[in-house]
């Protein structure tokens, strides 16, 4: 298709590419580190826990202390933060092209 488009169009497809991988391989790089320093810092295995899906209650909780209650955000929040992110991807999506 790169062949089809005029060369001002593939050079800011590219350009546009190339910065949002390059911020994806950071966000990626922080992710990696902020697992790492749980593990080595706070001592807490997060890097098992995505495997398993199971984290040891001594992670989340204190010895001593009540365990929490399973609570739910707003219904309200979620779908205003979901109508938010749509726009913004729109918006990005439109003005890229």
Do not use: C
Not at 70 to 88: H, N, P, T, W
């Amino acid at each position: 298709m790169a062949n089809l488009a005029p060369d001002k169009w593939v050079d800011r497809a590219t350009a546009f590419h190339r910065f949002w991988v390059n911020v994806l391989l950071v966000l990626v790089g922080i992710h990696v580190l902020a697992a790492m320093v749980y593990l080595v810092w706070k001592r807490q295995n997060l890097i098992g826990a995505m495997f398993t899906g199971r984290k040891r209650m001594e992670d989340v909780v204190a010895p001593g202390k009540p365990q929490p209650t399973l609570s739910f955000g707003s219904g309200r929040l979620a779908l205003s933060l979901l109508i938010a992110s749509a726009a913004i991807v729109y918006f990005i999506v439109r003005a890229g092209g």
